[in-house]
């Protein structure tokens, strides 16, 4: 039988209202002991008095009784809606753990609804997914999750498989019984048809990923091009230190904000040049490591200075990166017009008076709405999801070579195709990769 557990569920520290949850066989006789009556009706509020041990009144609280296994975690479950002073939580906190029930750990809740059949793996993600959301469109992507919209569509695939699975098999179990002579031949529509599908989902690229953890965009180019105040303005504050000294900048400033509802990392680099002084050398690895890395780079370039040495950098330049010519106030020199024949996408403004700058603003938008908005759910949220998705569509493709030579070889590769696909919703395979996913879960939930 598995502990009794309890935690906070909501923020530590002085509020209107906090929320203590429990989960286990123990909840009922819990509740009774500190209300000294029986749990109220399912799910519904109940106004009750606790009590510790010693009669002591702790609180006036609303009691929430959900019995298994229509609860969150699939368990006996309680809810107790107390005053946020710190006092009183601290107080009943130490009741439950008087009464022998234990703290929970990170994520516990999340993880009983999923050992319970509460949740898949997939949707237990959304939930840690939904809890730490900063932006609408991360929240509309957690919500989609937990809903289903992946796990559907993974389990629609491995449906399929499945069905594919049966024919190779039949093939290779029953060759003498009167089976249709193309039967494994039946099964390649099939798998044709979900190698197409999965492969679309890997181009979708990292769409999933980047919704959750952020769009990174790398402010790059020659030092004093204007890159720290160019931070400085799209942040709104001084997140970066600004000086006429070339070379100030020697580490990357990453800055978080949020452009049209998603999560976007913008990161400062050191300025890319030639030099002998061994910490603006690390400082310009650094800068170029992450802007290989980023998803957009914006070229800040003096609009006003004559040939630059931003140029010894062009070999990292996307053509789908943007062309900050700064200084646009002033009498534009030799650096412009070599800058616009890069052909990148270019927008004048001037980090002294403002101008452009909402130009510029709305072009990031646009290249982050671009690429990170889509008609269908991505199948892809997190690492795990990517690489498991990467192993079927192997899978599939040697199936797809074997079936006509080999077709137990076929057979096997279909069978590891759908364990891979499994593991996204942890239907096989889960146990060695818990930990790693409710390790990030706060306690409570």
Not at 9 to 35: C, E, I
Not at 191 to 202: F, M, N, T, Y
Not at 240 to 265: H, K, N, S
Not at 356 to 362: A, C, E, I, K, Q
Request: glycine fraction near 10%; proline fraction near 5%.
């Amino acid at each position: 039988m598995s502990p009794t557990i309890f935690a906070l569920a909501t923020a530590p520290g002085r509020a209107a209202v906090a929320v203590v949850r429990l989960s286990g066989p123990r909840s009922g006789p819990a509740v009774t002991s500190l209300t000294g009556r029986a749990p109220p009706p399912a799910r519904r509020a109940s106004l009750r008095r606790l009590k510790d041990r010693q009669g002591e009144i702790l609180d006036e609280a609303l009691v929430i009784w959900s019995p298994g296994p229509a609860s969150y975690t699939g368990e006996d479950s309680a809810e107790l809606h107390l005053h946020g002073g710190v006092a009183i939580v601290e107080s009943v906190l130490q009741a439950l753990a008087d009464l022998g029930l234990r703290l929970a750990e990170p994520g516990e809740f999340t993880r009983r609804a999923f050992e319970n059949g509460r949740l898949d793996l997939a949707q237990a993600e959304a939930v840690a997914d939904m809890v730490d959301a900063e932006t609408r469109a991360q929240a509309r992507q957690a919500v989609g999750q937990l809903g289903g919209a992946l796990s559907d569509r993974y389990e629609a695939w491995r449906a399929g498989l499945i069905q594919a699975l049966a024919m190779l098999e039949a093939a290779v179990d029953f060759p003498d019984e009167e089976l249709p002579a193309d039967v494994a031949g039946r099964a390649r529509p099939i798998l044709e048809g979900l190698e197409r599908e999965i492969a679309a989902a890997l181009a979708d690229g990292r769409r999933g990923q980047r919704v959750r953890e952020g769009f990174r965009i790398a402010l790059i180019g020659a030092p004093n091009a204007g890159k720290s105040s160019l931070l400085n303005a799209l942040a709104g504050r001084d997140a970066a230190i600004v000086t006429p000294t070339p070379g100030t900048t020697r580490d990357v400033i990453e800055v978080p904000m949020v452009l049209e509802g998603y999560r976007v990392l913008l990161a400062d680099t050191a300025g890319l040049r030639d030099s002998l002084d061994p910490i603006e050398i690390e400082g310009v690895r650094r800068a170029r490591a992450w802007a290989e890395s980023a998803d957009l780079r914006v070229w800040v370039v003096d609009g006003s200075a004559g040939e630059g040495d931003w140029r010894q950098a062009r070999g990292l330049a996307r053509p789908e990166d943007l062309l900050a010519l700064n200084k646009a106030d002033l009498a534009e020199g030799g650096d412009a017009a070599g800058a616009r024949a890069t052909g990148l996408e270019g927008v004048a403004v001037s980090l002294r008076t403002g101008k452009g700058m909402p130009g510029l603003r709305s072009a990031l938008a646009g290249r982050v709405v671009a690429a990170l908005s889509g008609g269908e759910f991505p199948l892809a949220t997190r690492l795990r999801h990517s690489e498991s998705l990467e192993a079927a569509g192997s899978r599939l493709a040697a199936a797809l070579v074997d079936l006509e030579p080999a077709v137990e070889l076929a057979a096997e590769n279909v069978r590891l195709a759908s364990r891979a696909l499994a593991r996204v919703t942890g239907r096989i395979g889960a146990e060695d990769i818990l930990d790693v996913v409710f390790s990030s879960f706060c306690i409570g939930k």
